[in-house]
């Protein structure tokens, strides 16, 4: 599978996640867009992007906009316009030199969701599509490789001010999502460790 190095499986057989892992490639991953997919990103008003330098220098930025900033335009293409910032270009930069990238979405609150993209990006200065940017001065291009939702336990509700209820606590058990005893998954779910 190529979503997976030598690292993450060294750890899947530390942790017995190997089949777990390889079930949620089989199950979720997928390299184009879905209508689901093109929803949830055009509904958010931020994500996070992560690119790398050539020598592999990671960097993280914080991306954001109205909803639909961020736009799905066919199910092999994604789109986001860059606006003025603070000139430094540390993601568009990297995208220059180096194409591979990392998006995270995610929505916060009552309903949380987390949606990954690694994909192959490029910046483009004269696109058509910035026409229907206010503001954008460049654009950024998005060939997904893998997408695939992630699970949003841990993402606290900020509006109600509250941690998630599955994140660890001194003198609590903890507390089972229920993926974890859904027939598609509970075969392949490993023992607890923490």
Known sequence: MTMFHDGNRE???????TALADRLVERLR??????????????VEFF???????????????????P????VVRPDLLVWPDYDGNGMFKSLGNIGVNPFVGL????????PKRLRVNARAEVV?????MQEFTGAQ????????DIFPNCPRYIPDLEAGKPSPYVPREGE?????GWKSNPAWKEVVPPRRG
Do not use: N, W, Y
């Open 11 to 17: 750890l899947q057989q530390h942790f017995a996640s």
């Open 30 to 43: 997928h390299s184009e867009f879905t209508d689901d997919d093109r929803e949830f990103i055009q509904s």
């Open 48 to 66: 996070f992007l992560a690119t790398a330098a050539p020598d592999g220098q990671p960097d993280c930025s914080f991306k954001g906009g109205p």
């Open 68 to 71: 639909g900033f961020a736009r």
């Open 104 to 111: 995270l979405f995610i929505r916060m609150g009552a309903a």
């Open 125 to 129: 200065l004269d696109d058509p599509l």
């Open 138 to 145: 460049a654009l950024v291009r998005v060939t997904p490789i």
């Open 173 to 177: 058990p903890p507390v089972e999502p």
